[in-house]
């Protein structure tokens, strides 16, 4: 699963590492989005990057992934962390019984969950691209 912040890199910063994890998740992987993350990505780029507004729903249309639902009424005794705004993310992944969360966000350093494990782009290369 990505956070938001990863999909924004992914989409309008492309860069060579970004481009191997993507490829290498893609090839080995399921990708999961969440519906929490998709519209978080939509409102983000409304809002500072209003001209690629098109670049995000084309992208999003050609990638292959799961899309999970992010429910309205979260059980907010799972985890903390010091973002409320950041526990959909992760309350979806654990929901939905995924291995690995990508995200850039610090807040998420803290967080002591079992599953999924947590992973910066950089671990991520560091771990799965040889």
Known sequence: ????NILIS???FPSER???MM????KNHELVLSSYVVEELKDVVNRKFPKKA????????KMGYEYVYTPD???ESLFSIRDMK????LYTAILEDVDVLITGDKDFEDVDVERPEIMTPGEFA?????
């Open 126 to 130: 560091f771990y799965y691209l040889k």
């Open 54 to 61: 098109g670049v995000v729903d084309a992208l999003l249309a």
């Open 10 to 12: 992914v989409l309008l």
């Open 18 to 20: 970004m481009n191997q």
């Open 86 to 89: 950041d526990y959909p993310v």
């Open 23 to 26: 490829d290498y998740i893609f």
């Open 73 to 75: 009424t979260i059980d």
């Open 1 to 4: 699963m990505l956070d938001t």
